[in-house]
């Protein structure tokens, strides 16, 4: 049974997964792929929005500061009662830092994904491993 044939009445253990490919053009293609389940999963445009900006900010953290391979996975959960959307996403942890700061990165443009998550998210965390970090946030389904 696809998405699309489960309807308004989705299990809470609906889970899709994407690879990532470790280029900046990939969080693009992963707004689009994830609209598209977002649409099948009925979420209200506000919800969906939502979900796409604060995976678009653990994706761009993954491609710009983490190893690959990444992958986002996004699933329906129940929060202390509350239907959300789980995103979540799983790198090979942090890259090597370059001796002083980043070239070519504007201040004004980066560095406020952690507000914007915590902004979007009912709640959010990570978790370490040896072998790499996952991001994650829940955002309620209203």
């Not at 959960?77 to 942890?93: H, K, M, N, S």
């Not at 002083?100 to 914007?116: F, N, T």
Request: glycine share 6%; proline share 6%; charged share 20%.
């Amino acid at each position: 049974m696809t998405v699309a044939q489960l309807g308004a009445e989705l299990p809470d253990d609906v889970t899709c997964v994407f690879p990532l490919p470790h280029v900046p053009e990939a969080v693009t293609v992963m707004r689009r792929r994830l609209r598209a389940v977002l649409v099948d999963w009925h979420l209200s445009a506000d919800v969906a929005e939502d979900v796409v900006l604060l995976a678009s900010e653990l994706l761009t953290n993954a491609i710009a500061h983490a190893l690959p391979p990444a992958t986002l996975r996004v699933s329906r959960v129940l929060v202390d009662a509350v239907q959300a959307v789980r995103v979540e996403v799983t790198d090979a942890g942090p890259a090597a830092q370059a001796d002083g700061p980043a070239s070519g990165l504007d201040p004004d443009e980066h560095g406020r994904g952690i507000g914007i998550v915590m902004a979007l998210s009912a709640r959010h965390g990570v978790r370490e491993r040896a072998d790499g970090s996952t991001w994650w946030a829940d955002v309620a389904v209203r």
